[in-house]
């Protein structure tokens, strides 16, 4: 479909594109000097109706996982919009059959979110194993008053065994770091990856497989109608005891219930999650107040470099696909 043709017909020198959120100076100062852009002055989450008001007559949305846009606000956008920009790698905020059904191209920014949200990812793992979040908490409340053999003994990180599920870039990028860490690496994937690609990781052929084989479990599948929910309390119960669990993808891939049963009861030893359900509002209490937690809030791809990257990333494409050329990071 790429290239064949420009559904834009963007006639206008300086398209004409509205930004739901502030963005990286960098990145603004693009849009403002190439574009007719329309920015966030102060960044609020913009309601369905807003962004649909505040289409009127534009070409493009640059958007981030914070306004979602199903296929009813996706019908209700004005015909003058012809692409939509995601900030982000995941889509599950979009209804892309509905922006494919009516013409309107969706971008993202794949690949470069993968190197930092791995390091996020390593940071919650070691975070988590490390008990980083009581020792942090020790010292902030200065409760810090001997040093013990017995004190804050963790679980071992290096020489440990990683089970991942989801080996798309982000998990092929978390072997390579753990194996730093002496990792042995097993995954589970929708299909097998090539030996290359597995670089000496085992692979396992179902999730039910590869969850008594993960004392470290990291969850970098996407959000899909297969992959929600399916950390619950019967698929916990395969981890190993004492199993450390790393969620860098969506919150909705984990049953919260089951998780914080498991965080309390021991079962699992520790989580180190960067997403939540209901985030950022309503994220389960629990999780706040467990100390065998380790919480980031979403900051995955939130390093200096990679955010202007990814904003450049999409205005690249918009180019590309402006010019009628196949553009690298369209979804639909
Ligand atoms: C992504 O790229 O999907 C991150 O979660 C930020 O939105």
Redesign the pocket.
């Known amino acids: 479909m790429q290239g064949q043709r420009n559904e834009l017909e963007l006639m206008t020198d300086k398209a004409r594109i509205l930004v739901t959120r502030r963005l990286l100076q960098p990145n603004e100062d693009r849009l403002k000097s190439s574009y007719d852009a329309t920015l966030s002055a102060d960044d609020h989450i913009m309601s369905a109706d807003e962004i649909v008001d505040a289409a009127e007559g534009v070409d493009a949305l640059l958007i981030?996982?914070t306004e979602p846009l199903n296929a009813d606000v996706i019908a209700r956008l004005p015909e003058s919009v012809k692409a939509i920009m995601t900030?982000?790698?995941?889509l599950e905020h979009l209804d892309l059959e509905a922006a494919q059904a009516r013409g309107i191209a969706v971008m993202s920014?794949p690949d470069i979110?993968t190197d930092p949200t791995v390091e996020i990812a390593m940071c919650l793992m070691l975070g988590a194993a490390r008990r980083v979040t009581e020792g942090a908490a020790m010292m902030r409340a200065r409760k810090w008053d001997s040093w013990t053999p017995r004190m804050l003994v963790g679980t071992d990180v290096t020489g440990g065994t990683l089970g991942i599920y989801g080996m798309g870039r982000i998990g092929r990028t978390l072997a390579k770091r753990a194996r730093g860490f002496d990792m042995t690496i097993r995954y589970h994937n929708r299909s097998r990856l090539s030996f290359e690609l597995e670089a000496g990781a085992s692979y396992y052929t179902s999730i039910e497989a590869l969850l008594p084989a993960s004392p470290f479990l990291a969850i970098t599948a996407p959000s899909t109608s297969e992959t929600q929910g399916f950390l619950n309390a019967e698929r916990i119960a395969l981890l190993p005891d004492g199993a450390i669990v790393v969620n860098t993808s969506r919150g909705n891939l984990i049953d919260d219930d089951a998780l914080i049963d498991a965080l309390k009861s021991g079962k699992v030893a520790a989580a180190g999650l960067d997403v939540f359900n209901g985030e950022p509002a309503n994220v389960r209490p629990e999780y706040l107040d467990l100390p065998n937690v380790f919480l980031t809030p979403?900051i995955?791809?939130a390093a200096m470099n990679a955010r202007a990257a990814m904003g450049d990333m999409l205005l690249d494409g918009f180019e590309l696909l402006r010019a009628g050329e196949p553009v690298p990071n369209r979804v639909v």
């Open positions: 981030c996982v900030l982000s790698v995941g920014t979110v979403h995955g791809s």
